[in-house]
């Protein structure tokens, strides 16, 4: 059978599938129940996150035997052929090919005449901001008084490139980025279909890289399943992701704890040296200390630990020393410090050494409950010689 990238497999094929753009949904079944559908539609946002998918389910909605109908049937010819790309009515355009004058005067002469098949003649124009200023023209015409077999759904990454004259022509809308917890649900949702298993912590590491996008998210999960042989690892992702393996980044971590900032500053120099950048190994650190501090102030059945992972062995003895709790939390606030520095690119080695020598030096101040036992010691000693 052939392979079909995950992203493709998975691509939603109605409104309710459709994950975090519930207003947009809503409003878009809303107008086709009450049969006000506008004739041009702007779908705007970042890469991946739901536009040609929203588009080709409205396309299916208005061509669809049965429809109009906001629950299309998909499986009529109408919506076949929109999930495949093939319908001869609903033209899928790239305006970045597409983008000379000529492209879009022969679609204004072609958009006149009436569909074949289906009720309406629809034209789904993706990454418009691309279109010349004389194309844009030769379209305003048709948008401003589309025959009414005719619609249109633009969709662009970059709206501020599309002309004021055509956004105030359009029903415009636009699509968020997708939380965090829904990427994860539906990576979840795909690795149980595709009956793989894969660690929840890991499908929260690449929810998180893929950074609001759900195709950036599918497509890491796609390489993560084909390089790892059944089970997959943590290991496979970190080399994914350009991350340090495990066992490297928690020598770094005990070199910290044990405040010896020769051999953490080695440690993280021979990371950097291998190819890991700065802003991932200090991601990585976050994500150790993070839950050494969630653990120690709530304990390892709390959801909040449990949520980041399997919890390491040695997390619980590092723990147990005396002041070991803030101090995780202290570490957290330096390397968040450093994090937000490298993000405005400020010295990102220097960043990332300036946290190494600021933790590690924690590891010989004395800590507060230490402190206030010797005050106390000190104290009953002096009450008791006045
Ligand atoms: N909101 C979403 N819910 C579920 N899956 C989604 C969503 N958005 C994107 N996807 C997945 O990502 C793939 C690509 O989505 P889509 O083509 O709709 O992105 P796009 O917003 O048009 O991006 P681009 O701006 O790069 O064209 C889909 O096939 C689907 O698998
Ligand atoms: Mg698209
Ligand atoms: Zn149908």
Same mark, same amino acid.
Request: net charge negative; aromatic share 2%.
């Given at each position: 059978m052939d392979y079909v990238v995950i992203a493709r497999k998975y691509? /939603? #094929?109605?409104?309710?599938? +459709? +994950? =975090? #753009?519930g207003a947009i949904a809503r409003t878009l079944t809303n107008a086709i129940n009450r049969s006000r559908v506008a004739h041009g539609f702007l779908f705007t946002g %970042?890469? =991946? +996150?739901g536009k040609t998918t929203m588009a080709r389910i409205l396309a299916k909605a208005l061509a669809c035997e049965q429809g /109009?109908?906001?629950? /299309?049937? =998909?499986?009529c010819d109408h919506c076949r052929g929109i999930a495949d790309s093939r319908? /001869?009515?609903i033209y899928e355009i790239d305006a970045a090919t597409h983008n000379g004058v000529d492209d879009i005067r022969e679609l204004s002469e072609n958009a006149t005449f009436s569909p074949s098949l289906a009720r309406y003649r629809i034209y789904i124009l993706d990454? +418009? !901001?691309?279109?010349s200023t004389q194309a844009w023209n030769a379209l305003l015409k048709l948008l401003e008084e589309p025959p009414v077999h005719v619609y249109f759904i633009f969709a662009t990454?970059?709206?501020?490139?599309? %002309?004021a004259t055509v956004v105030n022509r359009c029903q415009r809308f636009d699509f968020r980025s997708i939380e965090l917890k829904d990427i994860v649900r539906r990576l979840g949702e795909v690795c149980a279909a595709e009956k793989v298993s894969v660690e929840q912590s890991l499908l929260v590491r690449i929810a998180r890289s893929a950074g609001g996008g759900m195709r950036e998210a599918q497509t890491l999960l796609d390489q993560l399943i084909a390089m790892s042989d059944g089970e997959v690892s943590e290991d496979d992702l970190n080399l994914l992701l350009g991350a340090a393996r495990s066992e490297d980044i928690q020598a770094l971590i005990d070199h910290l704890l044990d405040g010896d900032h020769g051999a953490a500053l080695g440690a993280a120099d021979h990371l950097m040296g291998s190819g890991v950048a700065p802003t991932t190994l200090v991601e990585q650190l976050i994500d150790y200390f993070r839950q050494m501090m969630l653990l120690g102030a709530?304990?390892?059945? !709390?959801p909040a630990v449990l949520r980041l992972g399997p919890v390491p062995e040695t997390m619980a003895k590092q723990l147990s020393g005396s002041g070991a709790k803030d101090q995780a939390l202290r570490i957290c606030q330096v390397l968040l410090a450093a994090r937000q520095t490298i993000k405005h690119g400020v010295e990102p080695r220097l960043q990332l050494e300036m946290a190494v020598v600021r933790i590690a030096g924690m590891a010989h101040m004395v800590d507060y409950e230490t402190l206030l036992k010797r005050v106390q010691r000190l104290e009953s000693g002096a009450s008791r010689h006045p």
């Open positions: 691509r /939603p #094929q109605t409104f309710n599938e +459709v +994950v =975090g #753009q %970042p890469s =991946g +996150v /109009p109908t906001a629950t /299309p049937c =998909g499986v319908h /001869p009515d990454e +418009v !901001h691309m279109l990454t970059e709206v501020d490139r599309v %002309p709530c304990g390892a059945e !709390h």
